[in-house]
């Protein structure tokens, strides 16, 4: 069975900095493409940001550009997202989500419909 856990999220101040994690097992790791997104109260999940297989392409949603950086460990089966200068808007439910596949490895997916399989979500709480 394939699991996803995220961790790392927290309660923290405007300007303040976290690191998520999220761990996986139970698939190919390194054959999957990774993305992470958010759902706020009231919002639609949306794309925070998303890595190839290889980790050579990401795409950074604009909300988080410059603020938030992912990366992956394939030996540790773990995908990271480095976030600073976090602000109140960044508050929200973060998931990680894989898109195990053969093909198109220099791809990553914005779409939530892409990935196959999604973790149970870490908050984020940014206060003023």
């Known amino acids: 069975q394939v699991q996803l856990v995220e961790s790392g999220g927290g309660l923290v101040q405007t300007g303040d900095s976290l690191r998520l994690s999220c761990a996986a097992s139970?698939?190919?790791?390194?054959?999957?493409?990774m993305g992470w997104f958010r759902q706020a109260p009231g919002k639609e999940r949306e794309v925070v940001v998303a890595?190839?297989?290889?980790?050579?392409?990401?795409f950074y949603a604009d909300s988080v550009k410059g603020r938030f950086t992912i990366s992956r460990d394939n030996a540790k089966n773990t995908v990271y997202l480095q976030m600073i200068s976090l602000k109140p808007e960044d508050t929200a439910v973060y998931y990680c989500?894989?898109?195990?596949?053969?093909?198109?490895?220099?791809?990553?997916?914005?779409?939530?419909?892409?990935?196959?399989?999604w973790g149970q979500g870490t908050q984020v709480t940014v206060s003023s």
């Open positions: 890595i190839s297989r290889s980790g050579a392409n990401i």
């Open positions: 139970g698939c190919n790791f390194s054959s999957s493409a």
């Open positions: 989500a894989a898109r195990p596949g053969i093909f198109n490895g220099g791809s990553y997916y914005i779409g939530k419909n892409a990935y196959n399989y």
